[in-house]
């Protein structure tokens, strides 16, 4: 019998490989990830009590935590939900201002990824309407619980569902379509089909999301890291969207008419208006 921190550190081991082997192979998409909050609330915690965390095959773990994938189509990462609310979300306030700018007052707006709502609900006093859809279940519930919170907004709404998805059943129009920090972590075949995709319903098309090329510095260091550690998928997608010259390669690769680029004081996004085929 093994005593002490060896024998918890054993039990933590025998309990992965058990996890690994059952649940991991036999589990429904959704299980397959763990998130965060899951990670840091669950019974996981409790499941390993008294047992030392291997630190590196933790990172692994994170690291290696594909997008979800749910039955109905539902992505989620990692670090969808209130980490990426308070954590991720506040770092994009310069970007979502310079979006703001640049949609005339009155208009209805879709926001395509709209992650936890930030922009939705800074957009809410601005425009007439304000639509978000995220295929991140975890996002959307974080979305609906703010809104619950703040006070319920009748112009402004969440759906769970990614843009392909949605517009397969739209029943509304929209003024403009806004894609903020979506486009990088998307599959390389998937982006210029999504854009036009977009462009068919709208009128205006707004596309904010990293600046290529990127400016050496720090500010890019850490852009680098984030993306790094946002996971092995996401981050192959932010290299081959840097590789592919970013936001100016992508308006290229769909053919749409570039209206030009929104002021913006973040220094490593950029933000461009360009024309929907919509409306
Ligand atoms: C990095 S977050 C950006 C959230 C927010 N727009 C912002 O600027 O902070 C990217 C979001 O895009 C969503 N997303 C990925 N593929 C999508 C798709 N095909 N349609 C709609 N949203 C998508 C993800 O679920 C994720 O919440």
Redo the contacts with the bound molecule.
Sequence with gaps: MLGGSEGSRAEYREQRVAWDQNAWRRATPFEHTKSLDHLLHSGERARVRGARLDPHRAICDVWTMQRTTHRDGG???WY?GAF?DLC??PN?DA??AAIRAGIPPGSTVL?????TG??VFQLADHCGMVQG????HR?IRRAQVLHRRRGHRANISFES????H?LTQARETFDVGVV???LH??DEG?RAP?VRLLAGSVRTVIL?DYRVPRRRGLMDAATEVVEFLAGREHYRGFRSFVRRDGLPGLVRETGLLLHGELACSQPTAQVFHVAGLGG
């Excluded at 926001?111 to 992650?115: A, E, I, K, N, Q």
């Excluded at 569902?161 to 392909?164: G, P, V």
Aim: aromatic share 12%.
């Design positions: 992505k989620e990462h969808d990426f991720i979300a994009q970007v979502f926001d395509v990824g709209c992650g930030r922009l859809i995220d295929p991140s996002n569902a990614s843009l392909e949605y903020s920090y979506v972590e998307v998937a999504m904010a």
